[in-house]
């Protein structure tokens, strides 16, 4: 999710948010999103595929270079032959995370 801070701002997004929230507790299953989606359901655009990459979406779209990739499901790098293991396994040996453990 990218948000444009000012118009976040501008319109007090978080006060009517929070104040849907507490209105509608009937229709909160998901918190936070529940209450984005009810503000927000005119105002959003789609971000293309490659910003929100997730295992599942490997199965029926291919992107060559994804920009961000969410590991969603059971399927992770470090628990199996994922397809992006090895990349994974790059920025994890280069990183503060790896060299705690």
């Known amino acids: 999710m990218l948000i444009n801070l000012q ?3 501008e319109n007090d997004i ?3 948010v929070i104040q849907y929230t507490k209105d509608n507790p009937a229709k909160i299953d998901y918190m936070d999103q529940d209450a984005l989606n009810a503000i927000l359901h005119d105002k959003w655009l789609e971000l293309d595929p490659k910003w929100n990459y997730t295992t599942e979406c490997m199965e029926r779209l291919h992107i060559d270079n994804p ?3 969410h590991f969603t499901s059971a399927k992770k790098p470090w628990n ?3 397809p992006f293991k090895q990349e994974y396994l790059k920025y994890l040996n280069s ?3 790896e060299q705690e453990n």
Do not use: G
């Open 95 to 97: 990183s503060l995370w």
């Open 7 to 9: 118009k976040w701002r």
């Open 80 to 82: 199996s032959e994922h």
């Open 67 to 69: 920009a961000i990739i």
């Open 14 to 16: 978080p006060v009517q």
